[in-house]
């Protein structure tokens, strides 16, 4: 209508940088071998759940005799969603839609019509279920079994596990890296590398050894000495454990899944053991060592996986790119080593583009390149 005033609509832009996965295409393959998917407390007898492995959904549940199977999410008789509506009767998995059931060996073992069941099987995935409550599936893109096991740990006298779960867009090759990026400690973490042994590249497993000072939560000129022995094994799985010189050992897992391209579920898991008091009869001493390691590992946790990670590093593994040619600088720590050991998890028709071999940019003009040798003895880096 004329003289009336036009009115204008605006959408207003998203504030700050662009997250990884939006910006940028996946820069890496879809990666084999064993991701965590969760934890023994989140899949009760009776309970049905579903995850994300790679590009699909997965459904895990376990039976009223505390068996746990993880299956395909969708039923083979009509398709539909098992983590939607479905339940668990004794033992068997039955969908929502027209109650089929599905034995723990994943064949139809019965109907809602009282017929005879169809040659029907969910397709189940290799799982594992160790260290105190943690659940792994194998991924392999062309189906085959597990290539390797995962190592299991003795937790006597630890507290029981406790766990914290993040989501992100990065890669699991991204989150092994950071293990071995030394320059980022001491400039983003403030935790100076004292001291670190060669790295050991065998197979599948990847072992590291350094002490750093690691500054107090809300203590900014404290910190405390704290060795750090760890191994990877492949890109899903990272175990290690925080020793300090008083005694208590802080035992720890960082478990990148990909859930999405180019987006991760992550996962960190903790238990505590911390010595006896003196001067107490030892069952006394141990029973008090074992309350107090329980009250503060959740504590210990977000103090040290999560609060260096979530808190430092996730903001930048949000919106960083990957740069499969970086310009490396002496102090940035072996990570063109690292990427080479990471090749090998990924299928030979999908092999990231690494051209590079690693190059020092402040020695070398941007058109030649170098290899970043390993060291062959202990090292003691700069602090400063």
């Not at 003795?154 to 990026?181: C, K, R």
């Not at 991760?264 to 898991?269: D, V």
Request: proline share 11%; hydrophobic share 35%.
């Amino acid at each position: 209508m004329l003289g009336r005033k036009r009115q204008r609509w605006y959408t207003k832009p998203t504030p700050g940088p662009t997250a990884g996965d939006v910006a940028f295409p996946p820069a890496l393959p879809n990666p084999t071998g064993w991701f965590c998917i969760g934890f023994s407390d989140e899949v009760r007898p009776g309970k049905v759940i579903t995850r994300r492995l790679v590009d699909r959904d997965i459904v895990l549940y376990r039976t009223r005799a505390g068996l746990l199977r993880v299956t395909e999410a969708y039923c083979p008789h009509l398709g539909a969603h098992l983590g939607v509506g479905g339940t668990v009767e004794g033992e068997n998995l039955v969908c929502p839609f027209h109650r089929f059931s599905f034995g723990p060996d994943g064949s139809c073992a019965k109907t809602a019509y009282g017929k005879r069941p169809p040659k029907a099987r969910l397709r189940q995935l290799d799982i594992r279920e160790i260290n105190g409550g943690i659940i792994f599936a194998w991924y392999d893109e062309d189906g085959r079994g597990p290539q390797w096991e995962l190592p299991e740990v003795d937790l006597t006298g630890y507290s029981p596990l406790v766990h914290i779960t993040a989501e992100m867009p990065t890669h699991p090759q991204e989150i092994g890296e950071n293990t071995v990026d030394e320059g980022h400690f001491p400039v983003m973490h403030k935790s100076p590398i004292l001291a670190i042994r060669p790295y050991t590249f065998n197979d599948h497993v990847l072992g590291l050894n350094f002490t750093m000072r690691v500054p107090l939560p809300h203590l900014p000129r404290a910190a405390m000495t704290v060795t750090y022995d760890g191994e990877l094994h492949g890109l899903g799985y990272t175990s290690g454990s925080m020793t300090l010189k008083a005694g208590p050992v802080l035992r720890g897992w960082v478990m990148p899944t990909l859930v999405g391209p180019w987006r991760i579920q992550l996962r960190f898991a903790a238990c505590l053991r911390l010595p006896a008091p003196g001067r107490l009869p030892p069952r006394l001493g141990q029973a008090l060592a074992y309350g107090a390691a329980r009250a503060l590992c959740d504590i210990g946790l977000r103090a040290t996986a999560a609060g260096f990670v979530l808190n430092d590093d996730s903001p930048i593994w949000h919106t960083k790119r990957y740069e499969p040619t970086p310009r490396l600088a002496d102090g940035d720590g072996p990570i063109m080593a690292y990427r080479r050991w990471a090749r090998q998890f990924y299928p030979d028709r999908h092999q990231p583009v690494d051209e590079q071999k690693g190059t020092h940019a402040a020695a070398l003009p941007r058109d030649r390149e170098t290899p970043l040798l390993l060291p062959d003895t202990p090292r003691t880096p700069s602090v400063g």
